[in-house]
């Protein structure tokens, strides 16, 4: 028989059913409703007493570590440009974060171009204001991640601190995640009152585009898959911050404060990658 103080429940990638993560006995195991994450409801699982390096390590695919951003110091590295077209907004870094300030429609965000090879970029966030963004505006302002390619951009951003609630850009449509967000029976957890670093990814291969939101790391909610023709090329750069519903920013600053924190950016991928 297997020994419950080894045994785990892996869950292992499948495209277009479920992502991987990796539980232990005991653990709450969330299941998501049909179209919540691709079209599954519920989760494949496997038990095994084998040694599973804990998400978000186990990512789509067989994909290698790239590079890291942990923000160390007092400001970004030389690879960083800040773009600050609204009044009155702020970037720094500080306590091993990157701090972006603003009212809620105004943008600043810092943009760096991907290492060679990357399929998938990730981070975390922490909301420090309370301000909500309507289900049905553009988001312009919400702090997130973009990740842009030659002909467009596609942005995670949050639109709720107390709901866990996110949504997609793409400069053309935009989607909000279910009224709920991340929690299920919509009841606001003692943690994300109080504030909780959310992990976002944007992440693609010959198919699609998807963009993921996550409470913990482990267990990942597709917010939006987008068809890769849409975009031409290779992407060629990440963004963090407040930005318009087209990834960039603009002039307005209306509205209460809307700040954040950003931390521990990855970059994963293929280092053998080649262009061509």
Same mark, same amino acid.
């Given at each position: 028989?297997?020994?419950?103080?080894?045994?785990?429940?892996?869950?292992?990638?499948?495209?277009?059913?479920?992502?991987? +993560?990796?539980?232990? $006995?005991?653990? #709450?195991?969330? !299941?998501?409703?049909?179209?919540?994450?691709?079209? /599954?409801? &519920?989760?494949?699982?496997?038990?095994?007493?084998?040694?599973?390096?804990?998400?978000?390590?186990?990512?789509?695919?067989?994909?290698?570590?790239?590079?890291?951003?942990?923000?160390?110091?007092?400001?970004?590295?030389?690879?960083?440009?800040?773009?600050?077209?609204?009044?009155?907004?702020?970037?720094?870094?500080?306590?091993?974060?990157?701090?972006?300030?603003?009212?809620?429609?105004?943008?600043?965000?810092?943009?760096?171009?991907?290492?060679?090879?990357?399929?998938?970029?990730?981070?975390?966030?922490?909301?420090?204001?309370?301000?909500?963004?309507?289900?049905?505006?553009?988001?312009?302002?919400?702090?997130?991640? +973009?990740?842009?390619? $030659?002909?467009? #951009?596609?942005? !995670?951003?949050?639109?709720?601190?107390?709901?866990? /609630?996110? &949504?997609?850009?793409?400069?053309?449509?935009?989607?909000?995640?279910?009224?709920?967000?991340?929690?299920?029976?919509?009841?606001?957890?003692?943690?994300?009152?109080?504030?909780?670093?959310?992990?976002?990814?944007?992440?693609?291969?010959?198919?699609?585009?998807?963009?993921?939101?996550?409470?913990?790391?482990?267990?990942?909610?597709?917010?939006?898959?987008?068809?890769?023709?849409?975009?031409?090329?290779?992407?060629?750069?990440?963004?963090?911050?407040?930005?318009?519903?087209?990834?960039?920013?603009?002039?307005?600053?209306?509205?209460?404060?809307?700040?954040?924190?950003?931390?521990?950016?990855?970059?994963?991928?293929?280092?053998?990658?080649? $262009?061509?």
């Amino acid at each position: 028989g297997l020994d419950p103080a080894k045994s785990h429940l892996v869950a292992y990638h499948i495209p277009g059913f479920q992502h991987a +993560a990796l539980f232990s $006995p005991g653990d #709450a195991i969330p !299941i998501p409703s049909a179209g919540e994450a691709h079209s /599954r409801a &519920g989760w494949l699982l496997v038990i095994d007493e084998s040694t599973h390096q804990v998400p978000p390590e186990i990512t789509p695919g067989k994909l290698e570590f790239l590079e890291e951003e942990l923000f160390v110091g007092d400001r970004l590295g030389s690879e960083w440009e800040v773009y600050q077209p609204s009044p009155y907004t702020r970037l720094e870094v500080v306590n091993e974060a990157m701090g972006v300030y603003g009212r809620k429609l105004s943008s600043v965000f810092a943009q760096r171009s991907l290492p060679p090879g990357t399929s998938l970029v990730q981070c975390q966030m922490l909301p420090l204001s309370d301000c909500e963004f309507g289900y049905y505006n553009c988001s312009c302002g919400a702090p997130g991640m +973009a990740v842009v390619w $030659p002909n467009g #951009a596609v942005r !995670i951003s949050l639109r709720s601190k107390t709901k866990g /609630r996110f &949504g997609v850009d793409d400069g053309i449509f935009y989607l909000i995640q279910d009224p709920n967000g991340l929690h299920p029976n919509g009841v606001p957890s003692t943690k994300r009152e109080n504030g909780v670093w959310y992990y976002m990814r944007i992440w693609w291969d010959d198919k699609h585009v998807y963009a993921e939101a996550s409470e913990d790391g482990r267990t990942w909610t597709t917010i939006r898959a987008l068809p890769r023709g849409q975009f031409a090329g290779e992407p060629i750069s990440v963004r963090l911050g407040k930005m318009n519903r087209f990834s960039e920013g603009d002039s307005r600053s209306s509205g209460e404060p809307c700040n954040a924190l950003f931390r521990d950016l990855r970059f994963l991928g293929k280092s053998s990658y080649d $262009p061509g």
